[in-house]
């Protein structure tokens, strides 16, 4: 945890150094702004002692010139300020947000199996907001009020110093009490990311769920850890709350205590009227700060919880870090071997023990065997989603734990099940893997994988929109849409996970057509339900307990009578 801990070194270096300029020129503007605000106090004496008391009105037109001036230079520093610095807050936001989910992709499969979706939005969404305050007017109005209460400091000094060390006194105190409250405050800020992004990420799984949910009137259940959830933000909030309310009220009191003591003493040190009120208004200015920093502190901790939280992911060791994969791959042929490859999704549970087979060059390997044999992993390793224990999976010839992700990638297909289709049209989702696709291509795949069938159908063809306001599409229809998309993408190596939802007669020949022409040179993996991908397979392998029980073809295995023999029997579908 410690190591996720951000250092001011660190946001100085990376968020605040870069910026120096602006930051520089905000300063500048805090200071002519501060000094500017000085003005009104000091004017109080002259007014008092000069004009009220010994009516020397003359002077009145000038005094009063140089307060609206001043008053007119605070405006608009201030208007200039936020307009800069606020502004250049914002970017800073939109900017390591875009930081942090570039990050997010660039991490593994396995990361993201043991994460909510919602609370990884809350954290790309959220957690940097608090930046805001560092390069937004927070930190300038932190040196700013520094430099004014040290002025301010000068000019009491000169007026009294025996009073200005009696309101120094309280002051010490409270600047104590503050730097106590925030370092209790900070771990309460972090923990409050935590919360909201795990009550973010229930709600957006309960708003996933929600056929589920209502299937099995579980809604009760969700409110209530919707609300226990919500009600633990509350006390965490309550915690700060009482921490910066302490903070808050203990200023007043101990500025409450300061004047009343400044009043007795004013009287002892034989203090004029002018000198009682500008001594007075110096406090003010000198304290006002103080307190204000007091806020602007809150602000600056809940920024660097923010971080803290943003920093975990930004520690998390991504996929592909360039130093080990650094064979960048040109075109494949395709020629995949597996040698004792082992894998364990948890220390010391293997998974998948010794796996080795050779998928030749535009060959059909088909995995079967019971839910939980370990198909799915074996296909995850093929596609380099999981790195193997031990073993080696060979591309070509090549080490695959060496090859650029991206080099491979690119020549890999996956067709998944509930094939993941986004909201917007038929024609976006097909040419997303190829979005430069020409629409002869586009054509092609269409009509290579049936899309078209049900598309004449549709007013609008590839151009209905699917998802929420647009048309539900059938299993079979989402299937077809997303073997359209593979097609397009013209990969040397396919991944496929067909549906095991019985599809109507007609969707299924379609699809055994449209995956017949996608198989077609191409180095396939297929976990296999159908009866007739299976009998088409180069290679059955049945896969037991994370080890190939048996591997050949349809007749062969049949004709041995062992595992797929019984499998095939016994079993309607495998
Ligand atoms: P199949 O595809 O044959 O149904 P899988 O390859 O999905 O089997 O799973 C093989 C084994 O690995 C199962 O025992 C399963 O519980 C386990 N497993 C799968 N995914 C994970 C995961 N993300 N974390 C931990 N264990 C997993």
């Excluded at 200071?31 to 009104?40: C, D, N, T």
């Excluded at 019985?502 to 993996?525: A, H, K, P, V, Y």
Aim: charged letters at 20%.
């Amino acid at each position: 945890m410690s190591k996720n801990k951000i250092s001011i070194g660190q946001v100085f270096k990376t968020i605040v150094w870069p910026r120096r300029n602006l930051l520089f020129i905000g300063l500048l503007l805090i200071f002519i702004r501060s000094a500017a605000g000085l003005v009104p106090p000091w004017a109080t004496k002259p007014f008092m002692d000069d004009i009220l008391v010994k009516k020397d009105l003359d002077k009145l037109p000038m005094l009063l010139t140089w307060v609206v001036i001043a008053i007119l230079i605070q405006s608009i520093t201030s208007f200039i300020l936020t307009k800069l610095l606020s502004v250049e807050a914002q970017l800073l936001i939109s900017e390591l947000r875009s930081k942090v989910q570039k990050h997010l992709l660039s991490l593994p499969i396995r990361f993201f199996d043991n994460q909510k979706a919602g609370a990884l939005v809350s954290r790309v969404m959220n957690d940097v907001e608090g930046v805001r305050n560092l390069v937004g007017t927070g930190l300038v109005q932190l040196v700013g009020g520094i430099l004014t209460a040290l002025v301010s400091i000068i000019f009491l000094i000169k007026i009294s110093p025996w009073m200005t060390l009696f309101v120094l006194l309280p002051m010490s105190v409270f600047g104590l009490i503050t730097l106590k409250a925030f370092s209790i405050i900070r771990p309460v800020f972090r923990e409050r990311g935590k919360i909201t992004a795990d009550v973010t990420g229930r709600l957006t799984e309960t708003l996933n769920g929600m056929r589920v949910i209502k299937g099995f009137n579980a809604e009760p259940q969700e409110i209530k850890v919707f609300e226990e959830g919500v009600y633990k933000l509350f006390l965490n909030v309550k915690k700060s709350l009482t921490s910066t309310s302490f903070v808050t009220s203990s200023g007043t009191f101990l500025v409450g205590l300061a004047s009343v003591g400044i009043m007795a003493l004013s009287g002892y040190f034989n203090l004029t009227a002018g000198d009682f009120l500008q001594f007075t208004m110096f406090m003010v200015f000198m304290i006002a700060p103080i307190v204000q920093m007091s806020n602007i502190g809150s602000q600056l901790t809940e920024a660097f919880a923010g971080l803290d939280r943003t920093e975990e992911i930004m520690n998390t060791p991504i996929e592909d870090d360039g130093t080990i994969r650094t064979n960048k791959i040109g075109l494949i042929n395709g020629d995949i071997v597996f040698k004792n490859v082992s894998f364990a999704y948890e220390e010391g549970k293997m998974v998948l023990n010794n796996v080795s087979f050779e998928a030749r060059p535009g060959s059909v390997t088909a995995l079967v065997g019971t839910s939980g044999s370990g198909k799915t992993t074996i296909a995850g390793i093929a596609a380099s989603f999981l790195n193997p224990v031990s073993g080696q999976v060979t591309v070509d010839g090549i080490d695959l734990a060496t090859i650029s992700l991206g080099s491979y990638r690119s020549q890999l297909g996956v067709v998944l099940q509930d094939d993941f289709l986004f909201e917007g049209t038929i024609r976006e989702n097909i040419l997303f893997p190829k979005p430069t696709a020409t629409e002869a291509e586009l054509i092609d795949a269409v009509k290579a994988a049936y899309v078209d069938e049900f598309t004449s159908r549709f007013e609008a063809g590839l151009e209905t929109v699917i998802g929420e306001r647009g048309v539900k599409l059938s299993g079979g229809q989402r299937q077809r849409v997303a073997i359209a998309r593979a097609i397009l993408a013209n990969p040397r190596v396919l991944i496929l996970d067909e549906a095991t939802s019985n599809l109507d007669t007609e969707s299924e020949s379609f699809i055994q057509e449209s995956l017949r022409t996608l198989m077609m040179g191409r180095t396939t993996f297929v976990i296999a339900h159908r009866l007739s991908t299976i009998r088409q397979a180069d290679q059955i392998l049945v896969i037991e307990n994370g080890q190939i029980a048996e591997c050949g073809k349809h007749e062969d295995l049949i004709a041995a009578k062992g595992r797929y023999f019984n499998l095939y029997t016994y079993q309607a579908r495998i």
